[in-house]
């Protein structure tokens, strides 16, 4: 493992535990609340050492890219469909952002396919953490649908703007975010917060979802700019981190493959709850 790998994980290993509630930011027009779902920065499991030298996550799983002054993250994936006859009352989050792999903010905007009850329910969202969680109910979601995202940077602004290509909807948000480092960007599969103790819920059972150009047919996802590199998650050679999701207790929950040939896509395959 190089220097710099062992050395960012390390810095991880030190972070503490975030799981704070989610506020409520005022609904508008074309927003909603959603105040029971938090996406909140990476929480490694254990020291997050693996003997490939990937990452082990209890609530993350994908790829993060590190480095510094990053000003655009895009992806794109396909909306996957949810059992919840075989998971009911769980929850499952996609998405693409800037910050939180080793920072305590998280400039993001995604969809979720989650199971209240046993009753699928999809939506598209923005966070910019730790500020809650936001249902953007402009952009209707189906399963199936091809999601088109991005988060940029520019003059002390956060912008997110994600759009349904399946439909045509699309929306934009900006925002400044007090504290952002832009040391990081990721393209997740998520299982979101907060139980009532604060911890991380249970992960829906959603098959597998495809993210990237070679999936999506959107071009230009999923890539990242920061100060020294502007490319596809592959650019950034040793500074690429496979996460896989595991409970508290070790159980395998959701799992990356390795990257397409272009070095843009890859998939996330549930495991379990």
Known sequence: MSSRKLATLLLLAALPAVAQQA???????????LAPRQHAPMRLHGNGLTPTGSVESENWSGYAVTGSAFTVASGS???????????????????VGI?????????????????????????????FYPAGSVVISSVPVSPGNKMSASVTYSGSEFTITIKNVTTGKSYSKSSRVSGA???SAEWIAEAPCCTRSGGILPLSDFGTVYLGDDYTSVSGTNDATDGAISGPISSYGSSVYSITMVSSGGATEAVPSSL???GTSFDVVWKSE
């Open 77 to 95: 994936w396909t909306v996957p469909t949810v059992n919840c006859s075989k998971t009911p009352s769980t929850y499952s989050s996609f998405w």
């Open 181 to 183: 480092q832009r040391t």
């Open 23 to 33: 506020t409520r930011p005022a609904a508008s027009p074309t927003t909603a609340a």
């Open 260 to 262: 397409t040939g272009d």
């Open 99 to 127: 910050d939180g792999y080793s920072s305590s903010t998280v400039e993001q905007t995604g969809t979720d396919s989650d199971c209240s009850g046993s009753t699928a329910r999809y939506y598209a969202w923005y966070e």
